[in-house]
């Protein structure tokens, strides 16, 4: 275990809070460095892949750099990101090395346009104007941003994040790289997530259903990744094909993965809401109401909906938070 300690990193209005760089040393791996064209936001942009306080693959560190884990085409992988300037140094480890610092750029948002966003609302124009430095981002893994999704589907974030952190831990590997990586996890590979027990779900509190999808899909992975490639409505079909794998997850899964600008997220139990409030004021907004809302961003909704929430215009809560359920005593 590093001794090397660990900012509390915060999240605040849909805004991961990156700490400033202080130059801290780091061993030596396979270096790039990239020079963003415009502003880029490291804690915007990544702050998306993080998968909730403690996630075993992501990690920002006392120096304010970004570490993530990755399984990548070539095997596991380490990247550690950092500002030097106006420049943007990776440096990474593992057999994954070369395969992540050529998509250092896409990961950072080189392949998105911001340019073809329009503010239609005066609070997106708001927000839009404060975040110049928003980039959507494509990790190129689908899996890696599937199977999150999927523990994510009807429970609370604090049972997801806890289950993805459970099963990273018992059934991932150990990141390649010192410092931060010493303390990371690489998620299984498509088979170690197909052999994964019944049990050892019930323990990470996954019910049987999200347990079967993530499986299935697993079982499927290559076909599956391929949809990285494809335009967002045949990427959505491509992973909508897998038995319990809907619209939500979809959504959620290609925001990351392809850095898809018109992902929006439908089914969700708190944005429509979130984005009804913020646009119109009122209360209560359900998924037809909030497409209704977005259609003058067509193309752009997805970018749309991120900018709403970086605003931090949330309805009041009226209700007690859902409790965590806990599946072992089931």
Known sequence: MSGERTTRTTVRGGRLVVPATRGQAVGTGTRRRWT???????????????RGPGD????????????????TPYGPGTLRIAREGDAVLGEAWGPGARWLLDGLPALLG????????????????EAHRRN????????????????PSVLEQKVTSDEAYRGWRLLLWRFGEPAPGPGEAERMRVMPDPRGWALVPSWEWHRAGVDAK??????????VAARLEEAAGMATEEAAARLQAIPGIGPWTAAETLQRSNGSPDAVTVGDLHLPRIVGYA???????????????????????HRA????????????RRAPRFSVRDFRAM
């Open 56 to 71: 075993p693959a992501f990690r920002v560190a006392a120096d304010g750099a970004v570490w993530r884990a990755s399984r």
């Open 36 to 50: 963003p064209e415009g502003p880029l936001d490291l804690g915007v942009t990544l702050g998306p892949l993080r």
């Open 279 to 301: 646009l119109t004021g009122e209360r209560g907004a359900d998924d037809a109401t909030m497409l209704e809302l977005l259609a003058p961003y067509a193309g752009q909704r």
């Open 132 to 147: 110049p430095g928003l980039r959507l981002g494509r990790t190129g893994l689908v899996l890696e941003s599937l199977i």
């Open 305 to 316: 909906t991120r900018l709403i929430l970086l605003s931090g215009r949330t309805p009041p």
């Open 210 to 219: 999200r347990a079967a999808a993530v499986v299935r899909a697993a079982r």
């Open 110 to 125: 080189a392949e998105d346009d911001p340019s073809a966003f329009v503010p239609r609302h005066r609070l997106v124009h």
